[in-house]
């Protein structure tokens, strides 16, 4: 089967291949020890706030200019001269996140900007700038490529990184290492925010991501994350610290001790352990709740098309009988500016309508995934997840039960009660696999430009 649009979504190289040097594997280190290294890059936001150094991006902002070096670039740019202006402002930004400075004897009246090159807040802005040249050099060459999903909806979601300086802001972190389910599951109790840095098209949650995709898609996974620790916070009146530390006690004696596999574990029991490990991610990242037993215990106990937040840009002329409308096929509800209607917005209110409506039970989310190409793509196979045959409606309730009894829910749902969730009826999305996160209502409604719709 061909994908001519992600072939070409892949034309772009790094000058050096990100698999031919190697990584530094920071992630998988941060992994391996979150709480210190949270404690570290805390403690530099404390101190220098927004322009504490992060030498932890320099991998990022190298692979950026490698990129924008490339022969593949600059052939798209001298085949596109107006791009020269935003090809040079592009490097010049990145190379102004690299310099040092020097200052020269006592009296000299100014102040260097910042201490150390990759100021933190910079850097996060300025690697969203030349992924967004990258980006658009493709899409000015291609013109089938499917078009912005995550931009379109979420790219407000990207100010929550301004506000760094509070103890309980996730901290976002940009990395070109290839992650896994693990480095979300493990690392879930310190707010450290990963953000996929990637000039390959990436498969991830079903669909293949542009580079400014992936990182706006990650950006909104994270300030989700902000508002469940926020949420166990006031809950139980505690400090920001004191509740990752709990995070900490629950991740490290529950999650990793019960999701371990190695090369003597039995195969069903590793398979188990495998689907454990993809319900965790499912509340860790997809539903973004915080590793304590009461939010989990909720989570099980969610019923079926039960309430679930969701949001959606609307102006004035928003009617609720329009709302049914709206809904994609990806479960989601239509959101996201459309151009054609740009002459009418700036003539009418717009608000990011926060809501509840229908969701299924992350039970059933996770299965749904898993049987649905949520996971695999094309040339994407997971060797950490059962085979799709061995993955049964019974294998995903014996681990949904054993996660259930390590936070003392048992006597809430038995293990007919979860096999009942893990095929439960309801509004579940459709997975393509495959293809960019396009809907293709959002084309149809732009062809038409349908402005008795609040398609904003």
């Known amino acids: 089967m061909a994908f001519p649009f992600l072939t070409r979504l892949n034309v772009i190289k790094p000058l050096v291949e990100q698999a031919k040097r190697g990584y530094s594997n920071i992630a998988t280190q941060i992994m391996n020890n979150p709480m210190d290294y949270y404690s570290e890059l805390r403690r530099r936001i404390k101190r220098d706030g927004a322009l504490a150094g992060f030498p932890e991006f320099k991998e990022s902002v190298e692979t950026l200019q490698e990129t924008l070096c490339s022969s593949e670039v600059k052939q798209i740019v001298k085949t596109n001269p107006s791009l020269s202006s935003l090809y040079y402002l592009t490097q010049n930004t990145l190379f102004h996140l690299t310099l040092n400075y020097k200052t020269v004897g006592d009296n000299y009246p100014h102040i260097p900007p910042v201490k150390s090159p990759y100021p933190y807040l910079p850097t996060i802005l300025g690697i969203e700038r030349g992924l967004e040249f990258i980006d658009n050099c493709v899409r000015l060459t291609y013109t089938d490529i499917p078009d912005f999903y995550h931009v379109k909806r979420y790219g407000y979601q990207m100010f929550s990184s301004y506000n760094c300086n509070l103890d309980s802001s996730i901290i976002y972190f940009p990395t070109i290492e290839p992650l896994s389910l693990e480095h979300f599951t493990k690392t879930r109790q310190v707010p450290i925010g990963f953000m996929g840095v990637s000039i390959p098209a990436t498969f991830a949650d079903a669909y293949y991501l542009s580079p400014l995709e992936l990182y706006h898609h990650d950006s909104n996974h994270n300030r989700r994350i902000k508002s469940y620790n926020d949420l166990f916070i006031q809950d139980e009146q505690c400090t920001a610290d004191e509740a990752y530390e709990q995070f900490n006690q629950f991740v490290e004696n529950i999650v990793k001790p019960t999701t371990f596999c190695d090369k003597q574990i039995a195969k069903h029991e590793m398979y188990v352990r495998q689907l454990m490990e993809v319900l965790y991610f499912e509340l860790f990242r997809e ?9 989990i215990i909720d989570a099980f106990l969610h019923e079926p098309d039960g309430l679930e937040s969701f949001e959606h840009m609307i102006d004035d002329s928003f009617q609720s009988d329009q709302f049914d409308s709206l809904r994609l096929d990806n479960n989601n509800i239509q959101s996201g500016l459309n151009l054609d209607q740009l002459a009418q917005i700036n003539r009418r209110a717009i608000q990011v309508r926060y809501f509840f409506n229908k969701g299924p039970n992350f039970i059933t989310s996770a299965y749904n995934k ?52 893990v095929t439960a009826p309801g509004l579940l999305p459709k997975y393509p696999g495959f293809f960019t996160k396009h809907p293709q209502r959002i084309v149809r409604d732009e062809e038409n430009s349908l402005t008795n719709k609040p398609n904003i």
């Open 287 to 295: 539903y973004a709740i915080a590793p304590c037993k009461k939010q």
């Open 370 to 421: 898993l049987i649905n190409n949520y996971y695999h793509g094309f040339d994407v196979h997971p060797k950490n997840l059962p085979p799709i045959n061995e993955i049964t409606p019974s294998l995903m309730a014996s681990a949904a039960c054993r996660i259930l009894n390590d936070v003392n829910g048992s006597h809430l749902l038995n293990h007919q009660n979860l096999l009942n969730l």
